[in-house]
């Protein structure tokens, strides 16, 4: 047996257990696995954003330490995105028939791994090489999630149910931007990655006995996520990669539209905490405190913005992201126009970038990635999809943002994300058509 053999064979899905005939048993295996995955999706992928997010606070100290520019700072940042997108798409395609539990522990354990490695480099190329692999290893955590959730939970209320799990995004953030605040003011830069990836391995080994892996593996049959819109008879799953993903039209615009939220995502989060130090005249440490309301608030807008999909528009998302991205743009040409000295207003704004960067990011990624591949069988591709555009978009926001910098002064840095932010709302008003 060769290596990819012996790998396939190591992430093969749990094989289904003797069936629970008894209805009241099988509603009590349910409910019991569906809080416990659930939770373990939440908390799993919140402590995924330990591994990548801690390097927003880590950025200012480690360029004064290193010396670098803030184009170096933004090569180093944009090789995990560049990783993590082409992953967030292969990994998808793999966890589509590979198991969940296996799958999530594997991206933890090895992304903190790699943190620990990072925390000991200095050169300039190093950083980028083992940030760029962590990237790939990051990306192992969405994929199984997006399959577990289509395989456990049923279509009614996914808007709100998606929306929920989101966030974990803005929790895991908030949490490692206050960890890795604290972390810097005793420790220095190094331990912002140290500690996070003690953490990572931690919880991807207590993921794997926590975890189940599909519904059949505990003898209870899989919740029909679509009803109605599985083939007749079991398709080739390459088939059904192609028709439902690679020429899918509204799938592609949705990844476009995401696009466009992650670069103005990623940007403000990346760069707001050195923006406050810079130009609004804040210590580090108040900074990075400062700069962790944004995905506080974030929490506030994905809960807002998937309730409304669901109880307002049932299901259609394009009239929610519209008024996100018109929002977005108003918020973010605010926070800059606004002065140094105006400190109640500066959380204001940056609370309301949180607000409405979040909303679409949640439902354009998961629940609307997932509805437009209208198939159970290729969730996970279809969330891969739109997560690389995405991460080309998380990609630009790290040189981009920092040659804006460089070139035309924070600025450009603006002028960027809100460019961004009108475009995403043109292409949602003008071009996506929903069913």
Not at 75 to 101: M, Q, W
Not at 229 to 255: F, H, K, M, Q, S
């Amino acid at each position: 047996m060769g290596a990819i053999d012996r790998i396939r064979h190591a992430y093969r899905p749990d094989p289904p257990a003797p069936h629970v005939s008894d209805p009241e048993a099988a509603r009590r295996t349910y409910a019991h696995w569906r809080v416990r995955m659930f939770l373990a999706f939440f908390l799993g992928y919140a402590l995924l954003y330990f591994g990548r997010k801690n390097i927003s606070t880590a950025l200012p100290a480690l360029s004064d330490d290193l010396g670098y520019s803030n184009t170096e700072l933004g090569l180093i940042g944009s090789s995990l995105y560049v990783t993590y997108g082409l992953g967030k798409f292969l990994n998808g395609i793999l966890a589509d028939r590979a198991n969940v539990r296996l799958f999530l522990a594997t991206g933890l354990i090895v992304s903190g791994l790699l943190n620990l490695v990072f925390g000991s480099l200095s050169s300039l190329w190093a950083l980028a090489l083992v940030w760029g692999c962590n990237g790939w290893f990051q990306s192992m955590g969405f994929p199984p999630i997006a399959r577990g959730m289509t395989l456990w939970f049923p279509s009614h209320g996914k808007a709100t149910r998606w929306a929920w799990w989101t966030c974990s995004h803005q929790a895991g953030t908030a949490a490692v931007m206050a960890l890795t605040a604290w972390t810097l003011a005793w420790g220095g830069w190094r331990w912002c990655f140290l500690l996070p990836g003690i953490i990572c391995i931690v919880a991807g080994m207590a993921a794997l006995p926590a975890m189940a892996d599909t519904p059949e593996s505990k003898g209870v049959p899989r919740a029909d996520a679509f009803p109605g819109r599985e083939e007749g008879d079991p398709a080739d799953y390459r088939a059904t990669l192609v028709r439902r993903v690679l020429l899918n039209r509204n799938l592609w615009i949705i990844g476009l539209a995401d696009l466009l939220v992650y670069l103005v995502r990623f940007g403000t989060l990346d760069w707001t905490t050195k923006f406050l130090k810079e130009v609004k005249g804040y210590d580090a440490e108040t900074a990075a405190l400062r700069a962790s309301i944004m995905p506080l608030f974030g929490v506030l807008g994905v809960l807002v913005s998937g309730w409304t999909c669901d109880a307002a528009f049932r299901g259609r998302y394009r009239v929610v992201v519209a008024t996100c991205f018109a929002c977005l743009a108003l918020s973010i040409w605010g926070f800059h126009d606004v002065g140094p000295g105006h400190p109640l207003l500066d959380l204001a704004l940056m609370a309301s970038i949180g607000f409405f960067v979040e909303g679409p990011q949640s439902i354009l990624g998961a629940v609307a990635a997932v509805d437009a591949g209208g198939s159970a069988r290729v969730a996970a591709a279809a969330a891969g999809l739109v997560g690389i555009l995405s991460y080309v978009g998380a990609t630009a926001s790290g040189v981009g943002t920092g040659a804006a910098i460089d070139s035309f002064g924070w600025s450009g840095a603006f002028w960027l994300w809100g460019g961004c932010a009108a475009a995403g709302f043109l292409l949602c008003a003008l071009v996506w058509r929903e069913r």
